[in-house]
Nanobody
Framework: QLKLVESGGALVQRGGSLRLSCVAS????????IGWFRQAPGKEREAISC???????KYRDSVKGRFTIFRDNAKNTAYLQMNSLKFGDTGTYFC???????????????????????WGQGTQVTVSA
């Protein structure tokens, strides 16, 4: 059984920082791409960032320079470091993975939720004034 469990979401003030974790079990992350998505109430789920096996990354424009996606394969954990948080960052954050054969370049399709194979349950991030 494979499983992804997100944690680290919290209520934070505008301008603050959070680090979200995504712990994988039942498989090893080292040959999987990782994605982070978020969904605000009443809105569609949107991609935040994708991380390739070779550490190549993609970010949506609204988080570039503020968010960083990375992994620690020894801990079988993926992370999303979020700095300079804004009101628009509020939402439920999800991690997702997709197994890759070799290390192909990340396609733009990684921003499409249908590209991913497995999802965690989500963790809530709320940004207040």
């Amino acid at each position: 059984q494979l499983k992804l469990v997100e944690s680290g979401g919290a209520l934070v003030q505008r301008g603050g920082s959070l680090r979200l974790s995504c712990v994988a079990s039942g498989f090893t992350l080292d040959n999987y791409a990782i994605g982070w998505f978020r969904q605000a109430p009443g809105k569609e789920r949107e991609a935040i960032s994708c991380l390739n096996v070779d550490s190549d990354t993609k970010y949506r424009d609204s988080v570039k320079g503020r968010f960083t996606i990375f992994r620690d394969n020894a801990k079988n954990t993926a992370y999303l470091q979020m700095n300079s948080l804004k009101f628009g960052d509020t939402g439920t954050y999800f991690c997702a993975v997709r197994m890759l054969i070799g290390v192909p370049p990340l396609p733009d399709m990684c921003f499409d939720e249908g590209w991913w194979h497995y999802w965690g349950q989500g963790t809530q991030v709320t940004v207040s004034a």
